[in-house]
Each structure stands twice: as C-alpha cells, then as structure tokens.
C-alpha cells in the first residue's frame, strides 16, 4: 500500500464540529439521560487521528521523536484548564459535599493529578467497599488520564516502528502502519473479553481502548488513498454523524463498553473524518464547519472538564435525583463560560508564550501543578487529622457509647457526646481482616486464612466464612473468641458468599472465581473439621434463604461439621453516612423500615440438625424501624456494612448466641452418643 500520497496539511474545520458535537453529547447524556453517550470514543479516534500524523511528520522534518519536548507542548494545552478545575473541585467539595465522601474525592484528585484516574476508578471498581461509592466531582478525568497515558504510548509506538523500520529496511510509515493493525487487534481481541469477563474495569482499561487511538492513527495514514465520489461523501458523512447521536439511546452502552459494542461510535467518527469537506453543499461538514461549533470546538476539552464538577455539585446542592430542562441548561451554560474564561485566561496565555527552554518550559508546568498538591495536601491532612480524632474517642467500656447495648434495655438513653465514629472515619471503619491482609478481594479465588483468638490450645474452633457480610462480624466474634479460648479460622472474600450458586455478581470472572474460592474454601473445612462454621443465613436483598446456601449446609452435615447461620442485618438503599451528613443524626430520612422476615419457619422446613439459626434483627431495629446511630454509635460505614465499632458492642450478643450453639452441638452429639 502507498502511504506516501499526502495531502497537505490545514486546518479541518469539521474535526472541531465533530469535537463539538461529541462533547455536547457527553453534557446531554450525564444531565439528563444517565448514560454514555460514546462521545468519549470520539476523542479517542480523534487524538489518535491527529497525534499520530503529528508525530509522524516531526520525525519525517527533523529525523527524531522529541518525545520530552512532545510532552511539555502538551503540557501547555492540557494542564492549566485541568489544574483550574481541580482547584474548583477542592475548594467546592470542601465546602459542599458531604464528609464521607472526602477521602475517596482527595484519592481522585490526586489521581487526576497525575493522569492515574482511570486506573483508580477500574480498582474501584473491583473493590467491594468502593463500588457504592457515590460518583466523584473528577470522575469523568478517567478519559484524559487515559488520553494522556496514550500520549506516552504513542511516542514508544513510533520509536518502536522507526527502529523496525530501519532493522527490516522499510519505510516507517509502513512500518508504523503494521504497527498499529497489530495493536488494533490485540486491543480489540482484549477489549471483547475483558468487556465479557469485566466490564466495570475494562472501561477504564487503557489497553481496552488503545484500538480506538489505533483506528484513528491507521486511518491518517490512508485517509489520502481513500477517493470517494461527492455523493458517497454526502451520505457516510450523515450516516456517520447520525450514528454517533443515536449511538447511547440504541445502545445500552453503560454496560457493554468499550468491547464491539465502541466499534458504533469509533465507525461513526470515521465516517466522519474520510467524508471530511467533500460532501458538497449539502455535506455533514456544512454543518460541522459552522462557526458556532468551530467556536465551542475549541473550547470543548475545557467544557468536557467543566459540565461534570458542575452536575456533580448540583445534586449535592440542590438534592434532586434529575436535573429539570432548565436547571440542565444552565449548568451547560456555566460550563461553556468557565471553558471560555479558564481557555482564554490561563491555558491561551501559557500555551502561546514562546519558550525555547525546555526545562524553564517544565518547571512552569510544574508549578501551575503546586497549587493543587498544596490545597489538596492541606485537605488530606484535615482529614486524617479529623478521623485520628474519632479513632481516639474512648468507646469501650464508655456510658456514652454502648452501642447495641441499648437495645437490651428499656432504659431512655441520652448522651451530649458526638456520635462516633465519625462520618469522617466511617469508611475506615473495615474488619481487622481487611488491614491483616486476610480477606480476599474480588475476582480472586485463591483461599486466605488467617487466625484470630486462641490459636494454639483452643477449646473450640470457629470458622468464619462467606463475602463481607461474613467479615464484619470479625470484631465481637474475635473478642468473644478471646474471653471463651476460641480459634477463629477466618475465610472470606468480597461479595461472595458461602453458597454453591453465584447471587447477584455480574461478570463472568467473579462468578467464575467464586466458585472456585466456595469449593476450595469447602475442602479446607472438611480437613481442618471446625466445631463450626459462622456463616450469613441469607442476603436481605434476596427473599427467603438461597438454595445455594442450603447445598453448602447439606455438605458440610455430610462431614459432621456443623453451622452457625446468622440472619443478614438491615440493608438501606442510601449511603447511611452521606444521608447522615446531609441531614443529620436524627433525620427520620435516614432511617429504613423494619421489614425484615423471620426465617425461623425456614430453618426448620429445611430440617437441617447440623444448622443452628441466630437473629439479631432486635439489635438493628426498634420495632417499626432501623436507626443509623444506636447508642451514640454509628451503625454503617456505607448502606449495609458495619462499622467495626458498632460490630465490637455486639460482643456480648453474638457471645451468647454462639455459646447457646455449641451447647446446643454439644448436647445433640452426646444424645447421639448415648443412643448409639
């Protein structure tokens, strides 16, 4: 294939429509229709489409890649819109969004900072405790961390063709081009099984993207072959730009990108960009290469970066669920004037200021930065300052903190104490096992076993097993375990329980992985024969009890090994402490109804005599309803996991219902025996 019949280079109007367009699609689609619109697959073929020309013609003028002096060029475009907006972002959450959503907006923005978002966001997304996590005011910096992390890569791509071109004796453009098919397949193939197995991470997997930068390099260098007559252009042109609009109403995108289903929107741009101004008068470019969208293209990066802080602080403010036509217009139009002032007052200045000096040009770029580290630094501090302060409140043995002790009596508790911990500290409020490195994470079925209590001359043995509705229950079973000469075995892993069925997990990696994390966590129970297993009876957001929970009973009565099995504790469709932040420690809004079914009938149709059947519901719920503070103590770290101090104030509780077990074991065996 020649590569080498090149048009000249000029400014394309229609790509900065298209920009437009894409952008404007994303604000639409966040606003109002909560979901992806593919705009942001647009930017990639985009930057890929224009980048890879870029650097192919400074190597073809001057011989070499100035990769570092690449870089500091992008630099000045890129940093001062994005250090602006974090900035804004700091000093808005700071004083508008709720405390228990500060320390995960302090770990994006220093993220954002250094172009990590994407990856921040894919572990979030295998991180159980983060998932619920509501959306952050720097989220949508996951598409620029990964434009930026392509911007890297393509400076080793083309390194990498030059030096293949000059060892096999071909040209680099050539070269360059097999290259990039190369990765476009690679990415591809990846994309789609990744996007099957996980989709939550593959979308912010830049290896997952990369074939889309790829299809907008291979198409610069063959868009020049590429001849189509006036009418052809017409209709691609519309074709491609009708695509890209009705691509997130047609397409459940949310879900399935960015594996075959992103092949939609990056065709669409495609479509686009060959048709270019060839359309005649009644081409897509008329409309692209309008001087209003030419306008807004270039000041689309700053908006892209703008509209998101911007919902985001709507809703915290204004507390709706969706955004009025109205309201939405108006954020749009925010967006546009700060993308017009923060572009022509800090980027326009820094970019078009002449400097030769490469590491004057660095240290610049580096200082715009300082602010950010700065505000961010201080804010970080406060923080860990504000949960050191909680952590150190005195709770145990404490008449202002009983916790679930309360609801042992009929005594009016009243305490002038600040309620603790704090909402602050909630979410750091995780079982010992987390910090131990003893719970497994999600998508990993290897088995972790730690032990807890008296682990050398035991009286019993205990197990405790099943995802994170198991291991909350660590802190009063470990106490417990150490006034009663106990050995706590501890097996657990995020979101999956102890059950032959996969419940509720959604990719084929989890489901995959659980099952084989239950059968190996199986085996080690029928070796190691526990006095019992400590174990979820149900999930209070499935009815009845799973049948795949009764399979593992059955299995392990089989090997004479019995089961304690614990009624889930109250689930609350909202986070508990940014509901409590919002509007505060006795807000009836913060509360859940008690309507929570009693699964003894259950127990016993399943006649079961190795199975033991524990409810605590009595110490979550009053009769009608379930608080989120229960003696002075906050009872949830997010929407349905304990706060580890309010699990310790269950010590006593879980003690006697698991003593009553045992005895209860104990005698069932003896009988047995006696019978026998």
Known sequence: MNLYKEKKRKFRPEIEGLRAIAAILVAVYHIWLGNVSGGVDVFFVVSGFLITISLLNMFERTGKVDVFGFLLKLGKRLFPIAFSVLIFVIITSFYFLPQSQWSSIIQEVAASLVYFENWQLASNSVDYLAQNNVASPVQHFWAMSTQFQFYIIWTLVLLTSIAIAK??????????????????????????????????????????????????????????????????????????????????????????????????????????????????????????????????????????????????????????DTVPITHGLLIIGLAVVLSYVTTNLFEKPIRNKKIQSKPKLAFILVAIAVPVVLLNGSWSWYVKDAQFASASVEISNSNDYPGALVMATDDEFHSDEPFAPSVLQAKEETPKSYDDGCHQGMEEAEVILCEYGEVDNPDYTIALVGGSHSAHWLAPLEAYANEENIKILNYTRSACRFSSESYLLTTELDQKTCAEWNDSVMDELIEKKPDLVYTTADATEWEGIPEGYVDQWEELGEHDINVFALKDNPRAEFDIPTCIDEHGANAKDCTTENDLEDLSDDIDTLDLDNVYYADLTDKFCEEEVCKPIIGNVLVYQDGHHLTRTYAETLTPFVGEKVSAALNYFYENKKQKSSTN
């Open 167 to 320: 060892k096999l004796n071909m040209k680099t453009r050539n070269s360059l081009f097999y290259t990039l098919i190369v990765i476009f397949v690679l990415s591809i193939s990846y994309s789609v099984y990744k996007t099957s197995v996980n989709q939550p991470w593959a979308y912010f997997d830049t290896f997952a993207r990369a074939w889309e930068f790829a299809v907008g390099g291979i198409l610069s260098l063959v868009i020049a072959n590429i001849s189509l007559n006036k009418s052809t252009n017409l209709v691609i042109g519309w074709l491609g730009l009708l695509g890209l609009v009705c691509c997130g109403l047609l397409l459940q995108v949310s879900t399935v990108f960015p594996g075959y289903a992103a092949l939609w929107p990056v065709l669409s741009a495609v479509l686009i960009l060959i048709a270019g101004n060839s359309g005649g008068k009644l081409g897509v470019h008329q409309l692209l290469s309008a001087k209003p969208l030419v306008r807004f293209g270039g000041i689309s990066y700053g908006f892209y970066l703008w509209h998101w802080p911007l919902l985001i602080l709507y809703f915290n403010i204004i507390g709706n």
